[in-house]
């Protein structure tokens, strides 16, 4: 295991690892910024794969070009999804690390929401696949889990030697943390109780099902999540950047605009569980006016 300053220092800084000019990240087309900015970053390009809700926002990893994948050093997958909240079985998982074994290729699966979850779901590791050891790491992240954001403590965990080469570049960019968090992150892995995961989680089922019951009112279309502290909402009428510029002006509510997401999400936004119930109902209100009269 390789302690982080957040899950977002390592994913930045394992691209700068393991990429370079001329080379190729293969990157979800919707998903987390820092996983194409990290690629860019080295110099290296960017290889979209769709995910839609069509596919369950998963991508086809089959019809990645031969040609692409015998360029691509970097693949990755983030499941429970940010931000879509979509999530992914052990069968699509295996596939993933079939794909990436065949073309020498690095997994990095981002799973800091594998404990935010919902209605029961469990989510899986890609490191359950057998073999996936081999050559794949996964980031996980204290933020998500135990409520510690601002503390910027993560970890990767799994290939030996894709850590040894995370480390080469993140012991020349940091000098790690105050010893006091990392005590602070053992005490939280060792003594935090399932109940109170579990309790904490029905807190954000809550608002999302509250979000949920007000999208068809607020000129939006989207689907549950089973996981993740997101709702992906596809804008009935215009684009995102447009719904989020009109509702930050208008009605003085926040929300980001998909298009920060990658190419594919021109046409949603990402709605936050992540505020307490006052400023959530207070923001739903507020959007339900403006949507109403506008």
């Keep these: 295991m390789l302690p982080l300053i957040g899950s977002k220092e390592g994913i930045v800084n394992l691209g700068l690892a393991y990429l370079d000019r001329g080379d190729l990240a293969l990157v979800p087309d919707v998903g987390y910024p820092s996983y194409s900015l990290g690629a860019r970053l080295a110099g290296a390009e960017v290889y979209w794969m769709p995910v839609t809700r069509e596919s369950g926002y998963l991508p086809d990893i089959a019809s990645i070009p031969v040609e692409i994948a015998r360029r691509a050093k970097l693949l990755w997958v983030n499941y429970p999804h940010n931000p879509t909240g979509a999530t992914a079985d052990l069968s699509f998982y295996r596939q993933v690390v079939d794909f990436c074994r065949a073309y020498d290729i690095l997994l990095a699966s981002d799973n800091p929401y594998v404990d935010v979850t919902y209605d029961g779901y469990q989510a899986p590791s890609v490191l359950q696949i057998p073999g996936a050891m081999e050559g794949a790491v996964e980031f996980m992240s204290f933020s998500k889990t135990y ?25 020349n960019m940091d000098s790690g943390h105050f010893r006091a968090i990392y005590d602070a992150g053992v005490t939280a892995v060792d003594f935090t109780p399932q109940k109170w995961i579990e309790e904490r989680n029905q807190v954000y089922q809550r608002r999302r099902d509250q979000v949920m019951q007000v999208i068809p009112e607020i000129g ?22 447009s719904y989020a510029e009109m509702a930050l002006s208008q009605a003085f509510v926040a929300v980001a605009p998909g298009r920060i997401y990658g190419p594919g999400g ?29």
Excluded: F, H
């Excluded at 510690?148 to 970890?155: E, S």
């Excluded at 279309?221 to 950047?241: F, H, M, N, R, T």
């Excluded at 949603?268 to 339900?288: M, N």
């Design 266 to 294: 021109v046409q949603y936004i990402r709605l936050s569980l992540a505020v307490p119930d006052e400023r959530l109902t207070q923001a739903l209100d507020r959007l339900r006016r403006w949507y109403a009269n506008r």
């Design 220 to 241: 939006l279309c989207a689907d549950k999540p089973k996981g993740s502290l997101y709702i992906w909402a596809q804008v009935v009428e215009g684009d995102g950047d």
């Design 147 to 171: 409520n510690m954001g601002g503390w910027r403590l993560g970890a990767a965990v799994g290939n030996n030697a894709a850590l040894r080469t995370l480390l080469q570049v993140k012991s």
